[in-house]
């Protein structure tokens, strides 16, 4: 089975940096994925990890560790924009699913 | 310009008329999915389709059937909505079921069942 953990909520502050965290147990392990998602909108992809290590991509960064089960994204340089939920997803053996995570809620406030 | 659709958008219904969601794309994909989401639950697979007359269970698939007669082309068919059914649901596809890097999202359909 796939569990994924990531919290519920998180605030922050406009221009700080906010980490969101992704814990995940998984029958097989093809990538992890961050999606942005605003109130009502489709997903929209932020990153893709299979390797260890940590991808930066402009103001956003994610990081897995495959054995520790573990990843985060990382918001720099925060914006009002950003507020908006965060999925993590992992696609299992096969690459036939992709189970997400149940979505971390950013407010980002003045 | 590439794209998923789906039709309806918003859709209210009453328990047991039986109803269709669309969905399309136009990129040739040979994977597409549909998904559920609820608050609290995040997003769930119903069904998925590796390509043609291939298709196959997600983890949330009861209550639920699609088919996938043409690439383009996977419906979403409720037989008999029940209130549980009430969701946001959301179409996806992409190039092949190992290239999910570039899977695509419709715009979602709201669905309220009475």
């Known amino acids: 089975g796939q569990n994924i953990d990531q919290p519920t909520e998180m605030t922050a502050t406009e221009g700080a940096i906010v980490q969101i965290n992704c814990t995940y147990q998984?029958?097989?392990?093809?990538?992890l994925f961050w999606y942005q998602q605003h109130a009502g909108e489709a997903p929209t992809f932020l990153s893709y990890n299979v390797l260890d290590g940590l991808e930066e991509k402009g103001r956003f960064s994610s990081f897995l560790s495959r054995s520790k089960g573990y990843s985060y994204l990382l918001l720099k340089e925060l914006q009002m924009k950003d507020s908006a939920s965060y999925l993590c997803a992992v696609i299992g053996s096969g690459y036939s699913t992709l189970t997400f995570g149940k979505g971390t809620m950013l407010l980002v406030s003045p | 310009e590439a794209q998923v659709t789906q039709n309806p958008r918003y859709l209210i219904t009453v328990t047991g008329k039986k109803l269709t969601v669309t969905c399309s794309q136009n990129m040739n994909h040979e994977y597409m999915s549909w998904y559920r989401q609820d608050p609290g639950l995040g997003l769930r697979q119903i069904y998925y389709s590796m390509n043609v007359e291939v298709t196959d269970k997600g983890d949330v698939p009861e209550g639920y059937k699609v088919s996938r007669k043409e690439k383009r082309n996977f419906p979403l068919i409720l037989e008999s909505p029940s209130p549980n059914q009430t969701s946001l649901y959301f179409c996806a596809s992409s190039p092949t079921r190992a290239a999910m890097v570039t899977q695509y999202f419709g715009p979602g359909t709201r669905l309220l069942v009475l």
């Open positions: 998984t029958s097989g392990f093809n990538g």
